[in-house]
């Protein structure tokens, strides 16, 4: 499956921005899906994930009850809605995709390495 993100961009302080990442391919169904994000000289740090038809997502804590992650799995989608972005937040987002049996649908994980695919990133910058 191919990823290409979209959607990153300026915004100030307290705005909002919403990633989209189009997938390619079959089975997008069949994906957990996740978004990373990096800022240069540290590590790739897990923002979101939703399993597979979107039974269950979780957020890291610098997320939770700002960013919103969701899946249309018809359009082969994937959304990350932020809001009340803050200075800190800005970073390169990947979208990542992790082929996984999982029939209840509730899967997805942290880790990066265990996403076989991955976007090629785009920018998000927060002006204070």
């Known amino acids: 499956v191919q990823l290409v993100e979209s959607g990153g961009g300026l915004v100030q302080a307290g705005g909002s921005l919403t990633l989209s990442c189009a997938a390619s391919?079959?089975?997008?169904?069949?994906?957990?899906m996740a978004w990373f994000r990096q800022v240069p000289g540290k590590e790739r740090e897990f923002v979101a994930g939703?399993?597979?038809?979107?039974?269950?997502?979780g957020y890291a804590e610098s997320a939770k009850n700002r960013f919103e992650i969701s899946r249309d799995d018809p359009k082969s989608a994937l959304y990350l809605r932020m809001n009340s972005l803050k200075p800190e937040d800005a970073a390169v987002y990947y979208c990542?995709?992790?082929?996984?049996?999982?029939?209840?649908?509730?899967?997805?994980?942290?880790?990066?390495?265990?996403?076989?695919?991955w976007g090629q990133g785009t920018q998000v910058t927060v002006s204070s």
């Open positions: 990542a995709a992790d082929f996984a049996i999982d029939y209840a649908g509730a899967y997805y994980t942290t880790d990066d390495a265990e996403y076989e695919y």
């Open positions: 391919g079959d089975y997008f169904n069949s994906y957990a």
């Open positions: 939703i399993s597979r038809i979107g039974t269950k997502a």
